[in-house]
């Protein structure tokens, strides 16, 4: 399985811009980027996902790379309810998804 | 349309007993994984079913079994549980598998303690 590879931890200021890179430079051309992010006590919850093209939500941005080698989870204004672990994986459609650790994103007041 | 609900929510075991979890997935899905979390190994996958049928496994003993009845909702089952089993088991719903547009909805989780 192709693996991702993200930055433990983070830190933003509230109502600031988050930008959460992952790396996943053995993708092939089939997998399918997505993000996932666990609340403190919750199960995970589906933030975005993309192939090629960048993609919005009212959730989140993801910007992907021209070489799909890496990609980038923009929250646009971050709020105290963003603080979670945010999860970058490679979902070839087998419906096996390989969690990474994930980036432990902490909001600043 | 409720959520993925799982039950029950906490359970405690003994080493050596069996435990079975239960998951009813979002109402018109048809495939139902199960994950391990533990703080040292991550979320890790079990199995999936789907339409009745386990289509994938992970790396996992055979003491680890699930199935998934004709209404969707699936059972996990431990059988002979060691204190590493403790985790958060999740579960996780999506409408057909197979196509990767296709989200997984994941339930609160069942938090199993082994003693």
């Known amino acids: 399985d192709a693996k991702t590879t993200q930055p433990n931890s983070m830190e933003s200021n509230e109502e600031e811009p988050v930008h959460l890179p992952c790396n996943h430079s053995?993708?092939?051309?089939?997998?399918?980027i997505h993000w996932y992010r666990q609340l403190p006590s919750q199960g995970p919850e589906y933030v975005i996902h993309?192939?090629?093209s960048n993609v919005n939500n009212r959730m989140a941005s993801l910007a992907i790379a021209e070489d799909r080698k890496s990609s980038t989870l923009i929250l646009h204004r971050a709020t105290l309810r963003d603080a979670a672990v945010y999860y970058c994986?490679?979902?070839?459609?087998?419906?096996?998804?390989?969690f990474g650790t994930g980036t432990r994103l902490t909001i600043i007041p | 349309k409720a959520g993925v609900t799982q039950t029950p929510r906490y359970l405690i075991k003994t080493r050596g007993q069996q435990v079975t979890l239960s998951c009813s997935p979002i109402?018109?899905?048809?495939?139902v994984s199960w994950y391990q979390q533990t703080p040292g190994q991550g979320l890790q996958f079990l199995f999936e079913?789907?339409?009745?049928?386990?289509?994938n496994k992970g790396n996992f003993p055979g003491r680890f079994s699930g199935r998934q009845f004709s209404n969707s909702r699936s059972e996990m089952n431990v059988s002979t549980l060691e204190l590493g089993d403790s985790a958060l088991y999740l579960c996780?719903?999506?409408?057909?598998?197979?196509?990767?547009?296709?989200?997984?909805?994941f339930g609160p989780g069942t938090r199993l303690t082994v003693l």
């Open positions: 079913y789907f339409s009745e049928t386990q289509r």
């Open positions: 053995t993708i092939s051309g089939t997998d399918y």
């Open positions: 993309g192939l090629t």
């Open positions: 994986i490679l979902d070839f459609g087998n419906e096996k998804l390989t």
């Open positions: 109402s018109g899905h048809r495939s």
């Open positions: 996780a719903s999506r409408l057909a598998g197979g196509p990767s547009t296709d989200t997984q909805y």
